[in-house]
């Protein structure tokens, strides 16, 4: 038995591609399934929007000192 991946045949390399891809796949699709249950609509309602308006400009100013500590 041959532990490394550099020295692996073909077949080997091509077992490790097809279970990632497999895993990748499944993943995805757990977590498509995740979301997509339940109401959309309840999820909507639950979302609130906060609006914030603009006041009257403000100017910051400063007196350039430097403050040495």
């Not at 959309?40 to 100013?61: G, L």
């Amino acid at each position: 038995m041959n532990h490394s991946i550099y020295s692996a045949d073909r077949t080997t390399h091509l077992k490790i591609v097809a279970v990632a891809l497999v895993a990748g796949i499944s993943i995805m699709t757990f977590g498509i399934a995740l979301r997509s249950t339940g109401d959309s609509n309840a999820y909507a309602q639950q979302q609130t929007v906060r609006v914030i308006k603009a006041d009257k400009p403000v100017m910051i100013t400063s007196s350039g000192n430097s403050m040495i500590r």
